[in-house]
């Protein structure tokens, strides 16, 4: 079971180095221009937030020591769902202010798991 959990912490940190890598050296208004690059982004967040759901109910006790973890699932949630009440302004702010501090606690996750999944 312990392959389970890091192999969906590791999907969330490599969505989240590919979010980052695709808005390096951007502003907002390049990312809300670039329509490909918006859908990118969108695409990697339900994977994020798909991951940390599963996450979730294969182990719970891991799971709970991600900060605001139930966030990113509605993120995930409203993005399939309620596609059209996200804004390019919002997804904006949550690559900026949220998506870092993920990112380093499942890093530091898997650090303590022993690494990269089997």
Do not use: C
């Amino acid at each position: 079971m312990e392959r389970d959990a890091r192999s969906l912490l590791w999907d969330v940190r490599e969505s989240a180095n590919a979010i980052l890598r695709f808005v390096s050296g951007r502003d907002f208004d390049a990312y809300a221009a670039d329509d490909m690059l918006r859908a990118a982004v969108e695409r990697h967040f339900e994977i994020i937030g798909e991951a940390l759901n599963r996450l979730g109910k294969v182990r719970p006790e891991i799971a709970a020591r991600i900060p605001e973890i139930e966030r990113a699932i509605a993120l995930r949630n409203r993005l399939i769902h309620g596609y059209q009440n996200v804004s390019d302004a919002m997804l904006w702010r949550i690559i900026q202010e949220n998506l870092p501090p993920l990112r380093e606690t499942v890093v530091d996750l898997l650090v303590e798991l022993n690494g990269e999944p089997s």
